[in-house]
Every structure is written in structure tokens, then in C-alpha cells.
């Protein structure tokens, strides 16, 4: 029995020690002096897609290259060594640093482009912190005025586009708010100024409904001596509503607040 496992146990044996062998290996180049030596191995280690150990070494080794020719190269594989070991916080932060640092190098487009995808990478969903999607944005917005033509233009746009769309939802959901909680007047206020800021919405459509909507409420319930030109209001929102979308899927709910609008107006 126990010579039939032999075969099996030699490989997992042997394998053992040529990891304790190489951890001892990297461990001592860590320590050592040797500053050429780790990093000719740190870009062994990245070829080889060990970029946590790249990382490390290269990190070791990034104040002994500054001034000198392999300054920015040192400083470009640390920051992406980081990103493709999915750290993108730590990415970002450097990618950040080396754009700043060297605007000229033959590098800094590609790390202006890995910097807008870590900081993609880290936003949130629409109902969440806004921040990181409005920073990553701004990312976005600053590589395409530098790089207009990028290789990466397709990779960018893409990110571009969903970025704005979830930033067009949050806008929509917390002007739609009001809505909900009966908040009429801040309702259309909200609603009106988030068509202001973004004409193109994407909920065009169920805003300027929402917006007939709230009038609609906010005439009904408000006191007599409102209640006139609050449903001449009404009417005005309507048309807007049809004007621009005359086969609205809320063209029922439209027209029945357009029809009492008028019958309390006498016209």
C-alpha cells in the first residue's frame, strides 16, 4: 500500500521544497543590497504574472532609480504591477503619481488609461456613494482630452457611457423621491432642475411626466386661492409631456389630469 502512494507523494514532496527553496531565495533578495539584482528579478517575476512579488521588489528599489534612465519605467511597472495583481486602489494611487510625475514618458498614456479603469473598478452602484463615480468620470473626461485618439478610445467610451448613465439614474431616483413622499413642490423643483442639468436624460420621458404629476397633485391639494393658476400649471406640463412625446405610455393618466385641469378652469 504504502510503496503504490510512493509515486504520488515524490511530486507533492519535491514541489514542496523547490517552493520553500525559491521563498528563501526572494526572501534573501529582499534583504539584500543588491539593487540590480531585484530588479531584473522583479521583471522576471512580472513576465511571469507574479506581480505581488514584482510589486514588492520594484517598491524596494524605486528610490535608488530616481534621476536615472529607468526612473519612470521602474515607477510605471510598480504602478501596474499593482493594477494587474487587483489592487486598484494601490494602482490608482501610483498610476496617479506617475502621470504627474512623468507627462512626457512613453508610458504615461497607457497609465493615464489603467488609472481610469482601477478607479472604474472601485465605484459603486447608483444608490450608493457618488463620489468614486464623479472622480472616475473626471479620470475619464481628462485621458480623452489628452488622448482623443487612444488605442483605448472603444475601452474608455464604454466606461464613459455607464458611468453617466448611472450618475443620470441617481439624479432621477433622488429627484423621483419627492414623489413618493408626497413632497409636490419639491418634487417639480427637483425634477426641473435635473432635466436643467441633464437635457439628454435617459428618463426624459417619465420626468416630464413625473413633473405633470406633482403640479397635478400639488392643484389638488392645495388652497382656493391657489388653486386656479396651479392648475393653469397643469395644463402647461401636459403639453410639454405631449408636445415631446405624443405617444407617451402615460398618456391615459396624462390626459385624465389635463381634462380636469380644464374642467375646473371652466375652459
Known sequence: MTIKRLPYILPV???AIISVACTSAYDKLLKSTDNEAKYQKAM?????KKYSRAATLLDNVVLFYRGTPRDDSVNFFLAKSYFLDGDMYSAAHYLDQFRQIFPR???????YYLRCES??????RPSLDPKPTNQ???AIMDFLYLYPSTQWLKEVQVMQNDLLGRIDEKAYNSAALYCKIEEYKAAVMALKTTLKDNPNSTYREDILYLILASSYQLAKNSV????RDRYQSVIDEYYNVVGEFPDTKHK???DDMHREALEFLGK
Do not use: D
Open 119 to 124: 478607479m472604474y473598478s472601485m465605484t459603486y
Open 44 to 48: 522576471e517575476y512580472y513576465q511571469n
Open 105 to 111: 514618458s512613453p508610458f504615461t498614456e497607457e497609465a
Open 136 to 138: 472616475a468620470l473626471s
Open 13 to 15: 514532496a519535491i514541489l
Open 252 to 254: 391615459k393618466n396624462a
Open 224 to 227: 382656493i386661492e391657489k388653486q
